[in-house]
């Protein structure tokens, strides 16, 4: 954000940084701040984020409760309310955190929960946790809902319930998990303890620690240490970055020349600036519209700024003035890519016969999950390319859904009788000797989710062991479209399922059909948010389930087909014309 602050007769923006603002995308950060980006199109919030926000909100509140329980009066709150969070109509109770902080931190208490520090030029933030070191002072403490460490060895870590630094010790069976970002975080919050004259000495040690997802220990990072680019320990690392976003913000906030440009990169696709950046980089055909993030900025460097550029070079010769290999698809797939794109096509064949596998009894699955609280949803399309016989179940879809609101035992339910549905009609097809084939786009949804419902739900009738789902899903019979899609296609606008389904002739009836705002559908049809549900809204979500099996049927019958001749080989895509 940014305000304005008074000089003489003048109002000199002033912008406010968050830590995230290190480990993200420098032009967000411009966007952020420019007051004339403000009508610029954004995309809709995105209920999967929000979701994930909430459930961090609460892993936050019961760690918090956990040391509130174990310290008494050693912990203390920063809330209004003294809770381990926000009560209703705290939302805006910054200022007021901010002042209650101060006082406790002037009567030298032990554990500050739900900390905000005092603003210090262009940065602000706030802590779950400040601790006081032996020789004074506090060192912050992050909670995070991922996990922060794997199997091996070399963190140093204290218990959960123990949070504090003297204390660390080497620990044999955790390492550090990567995470630039919760370093940063603690940068920001280490030079914010130091302006407020709140950190330990500087001859101390500058530590700080983090709480993940697990929630068993406290895991300690040495902020004078770490191998960044140049060597550079941590809170120099922090200190360049720190000095290049705000550069970026100021100049944005003064209506200054922006000092970022857009560039698609992974981020891209969870930004609500995406819409404005595409259109500014689909403008000027930038070639990272094909080639993203460092192979872009290598491609450039070569003298390829535009999709066109790239299209126009031989796939057997990268340019010779690239100083190192390119990341990323081979450099021959990139050229084809930028060909299909300037084209104007979806995809292209790499083979004259895409190979499928194909059954006589076929049944395609897609599941739908609302964030991390479970699978209400396994939508299943049946049909008999050998031809239906007497005694078998009718062709066509089905549901099998719960419809309380997530997480509820009722999942279980739903999902033993999708299991049971579907072993039945693996052993009527086995039993009458014809062949079998199921079908799903990214297996890594439904595989996750049927693991985690049989671990989860165990006992309940119908539900399989996870040997079970586990022998099932390492079945060739178990066939992942996407892979075969990401196997024999090029795809120049991504390999989603509503990419990819269109070029096989296939649209959904819903106009707004898609993940996120099925997330949104579900908060209604469920109620999540008080209020009655919406029966509207779940006869949408069963139409849309219908849609996506129907388009992973209507996919691979097409790439079965003589129709997927009229989709060009790789080798035929030429180079633009001079």
């Known amino acids: 954000m940014s305000v304005s602050t008074p000089t003489g007769s003048r109002t000199a923006p002033r912008v406010l940084l968050d830590a995230a603002a290190l480990s993200g995308c420098r032009r967000r950060v411009h966007l952020d701040h420019d007051p004339a980006a403000a009508g610029a199109p954004r995309a809709l919030p995105d209920p999967a984020i929000e979701q994930r926000r909430a459930d961090a909100a609460a892993h936050r509140v019961r760690i918090g409760e956990l040391l509130a329980e174990v310290w008494g009066a050693d912990w203390a709150s920063a809330w209004p309310s003294g809770a381990a969070g926000p009560e209703p109509g705290e939302g805006g109770a910054r200022a007021a ?58 963190a140093r870590t204290t218990a959960v319930t123990d949070p504090w630094p003297q204390r660390a010790r080497h620990d044999p069976d955790r390492k550090v998990r990567s995470q630039p970002r919760d370093l940063l975080a603690l940068a920001q919050l280490t030079r914010l303890l130091e302006a407020a004259g709140w950190a330990p000495p ?138 299909a794109r300037g084209q104007g096509l979806a995809v292209a064949r790499r083979v004259p016969r895409v190979p499928v596998p194909r059954g006589d009894v076929e049944i395609d699955i897609d599941m739908e999950s609302f964030g991390e609280s479970g699978a209400y949803l396994w939508g299943v399309l049946l049909s008999y390319p050998g031809g239906l016989r007497d005694g078998d179940p009718e062709p066509g879809y089905r549901a099998f859904a719960t419809w309380e609101p997530l997480p509820t035992p009722d999942e279980g339910r739903s999902f033993g009788e999708f299991w049971t549905w579907l072993s039945g009609i693996r052993a009527i097809t086995a039993g009458s000797g014809r062949s079998f084939a199921a079908y799903c786009y990214n297996e890594q949804a439904e595989n996750r989710w049927m693991l ?125 014309a001079v």
């Open 97 to 154: 955190r901010a002042a209650r902080t101060a006082e406790l931190v002037a009567a030298g208490a032990a554990m500050i929960w739900g900390a905000v520090l005092p603003l210090d030029g262009d940065r602000r933030g706030g802590a779950e946790l400040l601790v006081r070191v032996p020789g004074g002072g506090y060192v912050p403490v992050l909670v995070v809902r991922r996990r922060i460490t794997d199997p091996g060895e070399g």
């Open 202 to 339: 500087e001859s101390a040690p500058r530590l700080g620690g983090v709480i993940g997802l697990d929630a068993d220990v406290v895991v300690w990072h040495d902020l004078r240490a770490g191998h960044w680019p140049g060597g550079r320990h941590t809170l120099d690392e922090y200190d360049v970055r720190f000095a290049d976003r705000s550069a970026v913000a100021r100049s944005a906030a003064a209506g200054g020349p922006a000092l970022a440009a857009p560039s698609r990169i992974t981020e891209c696709r969870r930004c609500p600036w995406w819409p404005t950046c595409e259109a500014e980089l689909a403008a000027v055909d930038d070639v990272s519209l094909v080639a993203h993030g460092e192979t872009a900025r290598l491609l450039r460097g070569a003298g390829v700024s535009t999709v066109a550029d790239l299209a126009a070079l031989d796939p057997a010769a990268p340019p010779a003035a690239l100083a190192v290999p390119l990341p990323g698809p081979p450099f021959t797939d990139l050229v084809a890519l930028a060909r």
């Open 452 to 576: 985690s419902s049989a671990q989860r739900f165990a006992g309940m009738p119908g539900v399989p062991t996870e040997r079970a789902v586990r022998e099932f899903i390492s079945d060739p019979s178990w066939v992942d479209l996407y892979g075969v899609v990401s196997r024999w296609f090029l795809c120049a606008h991504g390999k989603g399922l509503k990419k990819i389904a269109p070029a096989a002739g296939f649209g959904w009836r819903d106009p707004e059909a898609g993940g996120e705002n099925s997330m949104r559908w579900y908060r209604d049809a469920v109620a999540l948010e008080g209020g009655e549900p919406d029966p509207v809204q779940r006869e949408r979500l069963l139409r849309y389930n219908t849609d996506d099996v129907l388009a992973t049927q209507v996919l691979r019958e097409w790439m079965s087909s003589d129709r997927v001749l009229e989709v060009p080989l790789v080798s035929e895509l030429a180079p633009p």
